[in-house]
Nanobody
Framework: QLQLVESGGGLVHPGGSLRLSCAVS????????IAWFRQAPGKEREGLSC??????DYADSVKGRFTISRDAVKNTVYLQMNSLSPDDTAVYYC????????????????WGQGAQVTVSP
């Protein structure tokens, strides 16, 4: 059974950093693209970053601050988030899809349960 589990969310002060993890099971990362999305209250879900065997991509809103990476041995994808601001407060989701090129468009079939990230003084 394909499963994604996010961890690493929490409360952080403005300017701080967090690293989110997305542990996947039931499939291997070699043949799947993984993306990170977030949704803040009252806002649409936003694609942040994605990674596949053919590279990675970032939304303009996080480029230079967030870094996506993956560990094929641990079957885990990470999102390192730096220089966080209150605007980054949201529930963060990882998602997977069997494709060779990733996309920031919400076209993913499999989703994790989400991790809350709160940036507050």
């Amino acid at each position: 059974q394909l499963q994604l589990v996010e961890s690493g969310g929490g409360l952080v002060h403005p300017g701080g950093s967090l690293r989110l993890s997305c542990a996947v099971s039931g499939f291997t990362l070699d043949y799947y693209a993984i993306a990170w999305f977030r949704q803040a209250p009252g806002k649409e879900r936003e694609g942040l970053s994605c990674i596949s065997s053919n590279g990675a991509d970032y939304a303009d809103s996080v480029k230079g601050r967030f870094t996506i990476s993956r560990d094929a041995v641990k079957n885990t994808v990470y999102l390192q988030m730096n220089s966080l601001s209150p605007d980054d407060t949201a529930v963060y989701y990882c998602a997977a899809d069997p494709r060779m090129y990733c996309t920031l468009v919400d076209e993913y079939d499999y989703w994790g349960q989400g991790a809350q990230v709160t940036v507050s003084p």
